[in-house]
């Protein structure tokens, strides 16, 4: 629940988050895991939480190069995964993600970052120290109904 509430959740939907972590616990016990199951379940209302005026969820998309960036500096198991990335990457990450947002903020937009569900966690983590407003959603996290528009790419 923590968690959640760190991220702006809204924990009222509490059978839902109930259900999750019931579904979750058979394959994990990690925090962290569960969480990441629980926001699944909860597709529908991060989605609407982040909808613009304009009726769709402005996105700036992780590029395909950074989820390999991601992937390749994780270290440990499955359940202790932990980020390795040099300084010199997390600073050309930090400072393309802060133009990529204040393009954004010039057009008007108030865009979510989507990353994939193994890399969520560990950019969510770098954002928060730097853009603690910035919402990042995994792809496991857009409900099928949700109108989306991506605006950029980092």
């Known amino acids: 629940m ?10 009222r939907d509490l059978p839902t988050i109930l259900e999750g972590i019931s579904e979750a616990t058979s394959f994990t016990q990690n925090t962290a895991a ?3 199951h629980v ?9 609407s939480a982040h909808q613009g005026p304009q009726g769709y969820v ?19 198991g499955d359940e202790n995964k932990q980020l390795a990335m040099p300084p010199s990457m997390l600073q050309e990450f930090i400072s393309t993600i802060s133009e990529r947002f204040e393009e ?37 996290e857009i409900h099928p109904q949700a109108k989306l528009k991506t605006i950029g790419q980092v």
């Open 58 to 76: 402005p996105l700036i998309a992780l590029s395909a190069e950074w989820e390999l960036k991601f992937a390749e500096n994780l270290l440990g």
């Open 104 to 140: 954004a903020a010039a057009q008007g937009e108030v865009p979510v970052l989507l990353t994939s569900a193994a890399a969520r966690p560990f950019v969510r983590s770098i954002i928060e120290r730097f853009r603690s407003q910035t919402v990042v959603i995994s792809q496991n």
């Open 34 to 36: 569960l969480t990441e």
């Open 39 to 47: 926001r699944t379940r909860l597709a529908r209302q991060i989605c």
């Open 2 to 11: 923590q968690l959640l509430l760190a991220e702006g959740i809204s924990i």
